[in-house]
């Protein structure tokens, strides 16, 4: 296994040029459409509701992460795959509408995941627009979950596993990564909530996989 870094990288997809961001999103330029799948909003919340000890600053990970990308790429439109908020309604859905509001010129749009228990008014209150299972920008198919039959020409692009590979070095070394993960038909982003766990994937030769590690991105070859 050989590891390449690269800070943004660029990848071809369906003959479309995506720009992977280590912050763990993908920016299609054509579009000017930012992609991020499972914030997890309100998680932090609902663990220390339940007397875990999260640390608090998490959440504000998220939304400093958040206003960097839409500063530095300035997209029109901010599409999220899926599970936007972890349960139900809490400050942090008041904190989303306030932030959605700094941005009248940028299209908020969700991919209802699993997790998004919340009534369509409260998104419509936030100002998202609301995909209730799928969404088809040409030529990809974007979803919550995946959606890996080969019958659609459409690549679809979801979330909901948040992707990793553990590596193995010498000895008993292992160290567990967020990935992008591209097969044939569908790909898979990253989590980008701080807050959240991953599940190991087992990508095939002919399959494309891209490792996050110390704001890099990392082709694996």
Not at 46 to 60: L, Q, S, Y
Not at 123 to 132: F, G, S
Request: glycine share 6%; charged share 20%.
């Amino acid at each position: 296994m050989r590891l390449l870094p690269n800070n943004d990288l660029e990848v071809n997809v369906k003959e479309e040029k995506l720009l992977l961001l280590p912050e763990k999103a993908i920016f299609w330029k054509k579009k000017q459409l930012l992609l991020i799948a499972d914030l997890h909003i309100g998680k932090t919340h609902h663990f220390r509701a339940n007397g875990f000890a999260v640390p608090p600053k998490t959440e504000d990970t998220n939304w400093k992460i958040l206003t960097h990308l839409l500063v530095k790429h300035n997209p029109k439109r901010v599409v999220i795959l899926g599970d936007l908020f972890h349960s139900t309604f809490n400050k942090e859905v008041n904190k989303l509408k306030t932030f959605c509001l700094k941005y009248p010129t940028i299209e908020f749009e969700l991919v209802i995941g699993n997790h998004d228990v919340l009534g369509l008014a409260t998104y419509e209150d936030i100002n998202l627009m609301v995909h209730p299972n799928t969404l088809t920008i040409n030529p990809f198919l974007f979803s919550h979950e995946p959606i890996t039959s080969s019958k659609s020409k459409l690549y679809n692009l979801s979330g909901h596993i948040h992707p990793s590979v553990m590596l193995k070095g010498k000895g008993k070394s292992k160290q567990r990564l967020p990935c992008f993960y591209f097969a044939k038909n569908y790909g898979l982003l990253p989590a980008f909530g701080a807050f959240t766990g991953t599940a190991d994937i087992k990508p095939s030769k002919s399959d494309q996989v891209y490792l996050i590690a110390e704001g890099e991105i990392v082709a694996i070859q």
